[in-house]
Nanobody, 119 residues
């Protein structure tokens, strides 16, 4: 079993920043692609950013320049540095990882961390 746990969310004023972290624990061979998604109240979950094991990144067009995804393979951790936060960034942020275990790849999600941006 693999468990993901996000941290770093909270309440921040508009224009501020937060650094989110997601660490994987359990028994697995390695983690391939990692990503961040978010879901605002009444809206569908949407892509924020993804990063491959080798470090190639992909961002939602609307977030380029404000959010930065990174990872530390040795720590099985993915980060999301946010900046210039806006009220519309308020959402629950989830990490999603492709975990390789026993010869197969499994998708794992964390429980989410709340980010609230006050205007």
């Amino acid at each position: 079993q693999v468990q993901l746990m996000e941290s770093g969310g909270g309440l921040v004023q508009a224009g501020g920043s937060l650094r989110l972290s997601c660490v994987a624990s359990g028994i697995f061979f390695r983690i391939d692609d990692m990503g961040w998604y978010r879901q605002a109240p009444g809206k569908q979950r949407e892509l924020v950013a993804t990063i491959t094991r080798s470090g190639s990144t992909n961002y939602a067009d609307s977030l380029k320049g404000r959010f930065t995804i990174s990872r530390d393979n040795a720590k099985n951790t993915v980060y999301l540095q946010t900046s210039s936060l806006k009220s519309e960034d308020t959402a629950v942020y989830y990490c999603k990882e492709y975990v390789r275990r026993e010869g197969s790849s499994y998708i794992s999600w964390g429980p989410g961390t709340q980010v609230t941006v006050s205007s």
